[in-house]
């Protein structure tokens, strides 16, 4: 334990605890996603790594994405804040409107010209992302720069009111009528930035109840067709939650098919797995074996001990960012850390609760692992954000200035953060102008001290030296 004190103590800890952290996840990712699509891919193509070349071309440009985000400073971010969020907001407009067109007309997707909408995806001709990624990642930077700037002032509801919660609204109906998983994880990020700023109790008391009932108005909302579902047709997300409450081997057949593949694969690893590769879940067995559902072949593949390993690399990665957002001094650097890891780890927890039947499926993928390249570059480009708070922290600064790298590398890998304490400090705004200066104006009453009594140093200088 005083080795491991020793270790923590170190000035660039919460740096190397990411980068360990985030790219171990990432290798096991890219190696799983491999693992699981395989077979289906060698069906259908003849090409077994169809879905793993894929997937590091999205590692390569998420890579990317964290060295570009690591090198920037917080106030790049602040200023990122209001564009990004109004550019999600665009794009989920333009896949809702695509969307509803497509029910209108009839069609399967909603096409018109070069764009393409199909459930939480958009297609810009050659180019596929998912909107709802980018809003989680808009939310955290805006979100962080209205509350840093409100301060103190969010003990009042106005303030805490506008416009944080207008916006998360239309969020929330944008991404959850047809992701509610996404919704759910967008509600964790505001929870993560109110509690990093100090709100109070009593407030998250009444954000569960709204957020309770916005969850029940979206489930009711898949009768009329919102996401996957249809009018007049089973509501979908109602017999998720009713089966999540039921005995998987009693409704295997019906809703309960994926949940109950995924619990004998689990059953099938036992402690130590069946090994690598050997997986007979992934024969087209369990649907979403390759993204939603791909705790459970690392479960069949890899055991009890593949499970713990991914589970204490997200606690790392929890734990690191969290001690950034508690060692950072800049209030916009701390609520960003928190929310980021807020985000990561409440995804990963509700995508694992789902698979193994302690939370109902949301859809939601595993940060790092699951298939999808629009999530693996946002994710990225997140921890990069959270490797550039960890290398601003006072200690950190400070050793990195006092055995700075070579030139070299600073241009390749990182700048030198900005050392603390070298703000420049606010100018004082100008006194008010007037007819009489306030500090100027005499006393009217004939209590005002004659011009000798004010003086410091009155008196001869022989009473001076005495």
Not at 103 to 114: A, H, K, N, S
Not at 404 to 418: E, F, I, M, S
């Amino acid at each position: 334990m005083a080795a491991l004190r020793g270790l923590l103590a170190r000035p660039l800890a919460s740096y190397y605890l990411l980068l360990s952290s985030g790219g171990l996840l990432l290798v096991i990712g890219l190696t799983m996603v491999f693992s699981a699509t395989s077979v289906v891919d060698y069906a259908k193509d003849g090409d077994a790594s169809a879905s793993l070349a894929k997937q590091a071309i999205f590692a390569l440009i998420g890579v990317v994405a964290f060295w570009a985000c690591q090198r920037l400073p917080a106030r790049t971010y602040r200023a990122l804040g209001r564009p990004a969020l109004a550019t999600a907001i665009a794009l989920l407009l333009v896949l809702n409107l695509l969307l509803a067109y497509a029910r209108l007309t009839g069609q399967e997707d909603g096409v018109i010209g070069p764009l393409r909408a199909h459930l939480n995806w958009l297609y810009l001709g050659p180019v596929q992302l998912q909107p709802s990624e980018l809003a989680k990642f808009a939310l955290v930077l805006w979100g962080a720069r209205v509350i840093a700037r409100k301060g103190a002032a969010l003990g009042w509801w106005k303030e805490l009111a506008t416009p944080m919660f207008p916006v998360m609204g239309l969020l929330a109906v944008l991404v959850g009528y047809n992701d509610l998983g996404t919704m759910l994880c967008l509600l964790a990020i505001v929870v993560g930035l109110l509690w990093a700023a100090g709100v109070r109790t009593q407030i998250f008391a009444v954000l569960s109840a709204v957020g309770v009932a916005g969850v029940g108005l979206l489930i009711a909302a898949a009768s009329l067709g919102a996401g996957s579902g249809e009018r007049d047709a089973t509501n979908y997300r109602f017999a998720r939650l009713t089966s999540f409450l039921e005995d998987p081997a009693k409704c295997k057949l019906t809703s309960c098919w994926q949940v109950y593949q995924g619990r004998l694969a689990i059953e099938h690893g036992g402690w130590f797995g069946v090994g690598l590769g050997k997986s007979s879940a992934k024969w087209d067995w369990l649907p979403e074996a390759h993204n939603d559902f791909i705790f459970a072949i690392i479960a069949e593949e890899l055991g009890v001990v593949g499970c713990t390993v991914v589970l204490v690399l997200f606690a790392v990665l929890a734990y690191s960012g969290l001690r950034i957002a508690r060692r950072v001094e800049d209030p916009f650097r701390r609520l960003a850390a928190a929310a980021v890891t807020t985000w990561l780890v409440s995804q990963a927890a509700i995508n694992i609760g789902g698979v193994v039947g302690l939370l109902p499926i949301t859809g939601l993928p595993l940060p790092f692992i699951s298939d999808g390249g629009s999530a693996l570059v946002v994710t990225m480009a997140g921890v990069g954000m959270l490797a550039s708070f960890a290398r601003a922290e006072p200690d950190a600064a400070r050793a990195l200035h006092a055995r700075p790298p070579a030139r070299w590398v600073r241009l390749v890998w990182a700048p030198l953060p900005p050392l603390p304490g070298r703000r420049r400090r606010a100018t004082p705004p100008p006194a008010a102008r007037g007819s009489v200066p306030r500090a100027r104006a005499r006393r009217s009453d004939d209590q005002a001290a004659p011009r000798a009594a004010r003086t410091g140093r009155a008196g001869t200088a022989s009473e001076r030296r005495r």
